[in-house]
């Protein structure tokens, strides 16, 4: 079964353009997730979707943002790219559902490093 | 944002030895997860913990869901090179509100000199 899949691996903007990257998750997960990781701050929740809607949402500004499709597919979206965005961005998927108590932990893709300049 | 507190922070293991590794919070959660980051890749998932006191091993590796709920600790027996690499523990309070993960700070496990 093939894994989670990121594109771009890499990207390379300059501060105020935008970017989006994509994620596809193992076949059969529903559930989205994104992270950020950067050395600083290790790892931090960005958002999770679900059935196409946004179930969870960690601090970040609204420039970060994101959505899911149909086939469970999902993009993130940054505008007004700042040098502090720099950052390896993860995306993470699982089976979870709306039933309590499913055991289903995330599984993660290799990630796209963006480097604002 | 918040960070779970991970110690040690790094370490150096020579071939064949043990290695401990732990992660406390401030907070309960009810789920537990060890990760393993190579360089230029994700995190991936060593071992899951679903239930306080629950010990589980997975090969070499072996990691205890605290009862307190608030801890839990990694365990590596005869470790090998390709043990390297960057060990995170994530906490997840109650998964009715979604995949939402805390992770720890990382401990980076490095070959001895």
């Known amino acids: 079964k093939a894994g989670v899949t990121q594109t771009p691996r890499y990207l390379i903007k300059t501060r105020g353009q935008q970017v989006t990257l994509s994620c596809s998750p193992i076949?059969?997960?529903?559930?989205v997730s994104w992270y950020q990781q950067t050395p600083g701050q290790g790892l931090q929740f960005l958002f999770e979707?679900?059935?196409?809607?946004?179930?969870n949402k960690g601090n970040f500004p609204g420039r970060f943002s994101g959505r899911q499709f149909s086939n469970s597919r999902s993009e993130m979206n940054v505008s007004t790219l700042e040098l502090g965005d720099s950052a390896l961005y993860l995306c993470?998927?699982?089976?979870?559902?709306?039933?309590?108590?499913?055991?289903?932990?995330?599984?993660f893709g290799n990630g796209t490093r963006l480097t604002v300049t | 944002g918040q960070q779970l507190n991970q110690s040690p922070q790094s370490m150096f293991i020579q071939e064949g030895e043990d290695v401990s590794m732990n992660c406390t919070s401030s907070?309960?959660?009810?789920?537990w997860l060890w990760y393993k980051q190579d360089p230029g890749e994700g995190p991936v998932l060593l071992i899951a913990?679903?239930?306080?006191?629950e010990l589980t091993s997975n090969g070499r590796l072996t990691a205890q869901f605290g009862i307190t709920r608030k801890d839990s600790f990694l365990n590596i027996s005869a470790s090998i090179p390709s043990d390297v690499g960057i060990y995170f523990c994530?906490?997840?309070?109650?998964?009715?509100?979604?995949?939402?993960?805390?992770f720890g700070t990382g401990t980076r496990l490095a070959v001895r000199p």
């Open positions: 993470a998927s699982s089976l979870a559902g709306s039933r309590w108590g499913m055991h289903s932990p995330l599984h």
């Open positions: 076949s059969g997960h529903r559930s």
């Open positions: 979707y679900f059935s196409e809607t946004q179930r």
């Open positions: 907070s309960i959660f009810n789920t």
């Open positions: 913990l679903y239930k306080a006191g």
């Open positions: 994530a906490g997840q309070l109650k998964k009715s509100s979604g995949d939402k993960l805390t």
